[in-house]
C-alpha cells in the first residue's frame, strides 16, 4: 500500500506522573527531514524521536511537537548560605548602629535576597520521561501513518485512471498508425499519376517511397514501451514498499516515450492523443510528487 507524505497524527495520555501530548504532521520532501519542538530541559527527546519515527517514516518533512506537564512535583532541596546570610546580617546591624536605626530584620527581609538560596531540584529521570513520552508518540504515529495510507489509497485510485487513459489514447495511436501510412501511398501515387499524367508510374517506387515513410512515423517501439511502463507502474502502486523516488524517474519515461510518438507523428489526430497523453502524464508526474 503506498502512502502519501502528507499527514497528521496526535496524542495525549497521562503516564509515570506526566501528562504527555504528542502531535506529527508532515508535508512532501525529497527525503525525510525531522524537527521537534520538546519543553525545556528535554532537549535529548530530539534526537530520540527521530530515530524511533524514522523506523516508521520513510520520506516526508515532519514535524513533531511534545508538551509534557508533570503532574507530581519532583522532589527538591532548598540549600542557605549561611556565610553570606551572616554578611547581611552584620551589615544590617552596622547600618543600625552607626545611624541609629531602628533594626526590624526579619525572616521575610531575608527572603527578599535569592543568592541566600540555591534550589537544587531532583535530578531529571531521562529514561523515565522517554519511556513516557515514546509510549504516547507511537500512539500519535499509529494516526499520522493510517492518514497518510489513506491519502496514499486516494492517490493509487487517482494514477491508475490516469493510466487508464493514457492505455485508450495508446491504443488509438497504434489503430491509426498503420492508417496514415495507407492515405500517405494513396496521395503519393494521386500526385505522381498528377504530375506524369499518362506515364506509367513506377510502382517500385511507390513502395519504396511508402517503406520509407512507414518506417520515418512508426510509433511501435514507443508504444510497446510505453505499454512496459505503465504496467510497471502499476506494479509499484501495488507495493508496499517506499516507491516515491522510483516512480518519478518512471514518470520521466513515460514522457521520453511520449515525446517521441508526437515527434513523429504525421497525423492531426494522433498529435492530439499525444497532448492528451502528455496532459495526463503530467497530472501522474503531480500525484506522484506526494508519494512515500
Keep these: 500500500m503506498i502512502r502519501s507524505m502528507t499527514g497528521f497524527g496526535r496524542a495525549q495520555a497521562a503516564l509515570d506522573g506526566m501528562q504527555i501530548t504528542v502531535e506529527l504532521k508532515s508535508v512532501n520532501h525529497r527525503y525525510f527531514e525531522f524537527s521537534a519542538r520538546t519543553p525545556k530541559g528535554c532537549g535529548f527527546l530530539d534526537e530520540k524521536l527521530k530515530s524511533h519515527l524514522q523506523t516508521r517514516v520513510a520520506r516526508g518533512k515532519v514535524e513533531c511537537y511534545v508538551s509534557l506537564e508533570m503532574l507530581d512535583e519532583p522532589d527538591c532541596t532548598v540549600q542557605i548560605n549561611h556565610s553570606l546570610a551572616a554578611g547581611y546580617r552584620a551589615a544590617m546591624n552596622e547600618l543600625a548602629e552607626r545611624y541609629d536605626l531602628e533594626n526590624d530584620v526579619t525572616v521575610s527581609t531575608f527572603a527578599r535576597y535569592y543568592d541566600i538560596f540555591t534550589v537544587h531540584k531532583a535530578q531529571t529521570d531521562e529514561d523515565r520521561i522517554w519511556n513516557a513520552v515514546r509510549t504516547v508518540a507511537d500512539t500519535a504515529a499509529d494516526s499520522f501513518v493510517s492518514m497518510r495510507e489513506k491519502e496514499g489509497e486516494k492517490l493509487r485510485h487517482d494514477i491508475l485512471s490516469r493510466c487508464e487513459l493514457i492505455l485508450k489514447d495508446v491504443e488509438f495511436i497504434e489503430a491509426r498508425s498503420p492508417e ?31 517503406a520509407i515513410f512507414a518506417d520515418k512515423v512508426a510509433v511501435a517501439e514507443e508504444t510497446v514501451r510505453l505499454r512496459s511502463h505503465i504496467d510497471q507502474m502499476r506494479s509499484f502502486l501495488e507495493s508496499d514498499a517506499t516507491i516515491g523516488r522510483k516512480m518519478d524517474f518512471l514518470v520521466q519515461e513515460f514522457n521520453r516515450e511520449a515525446n517521441t510518438i508526437g515527434s513523429k507523428a504525421q497525423d492531426v489526430e494522433i498529435a492530439r492523443r499525444v497532448i492528451d497523453i502528455k496532459a495526463e502524464i503530467e497530472k501522474i508526474r503531480e500525484q506522484v510528487q506526494n508519494v512515500e
Design 180 to 210: 496514415t501510412v495507407r492515405q500517405y501511398n494513396d496521395k503519393l501515387l494521386e500526385r505522381m499519376r498528377t504530375v506524369l499524367e499518362d506515364v506509367h508510374v513506377d510502382e517500385q517506387r511507390l513502395l519504396t517511397e511508402a
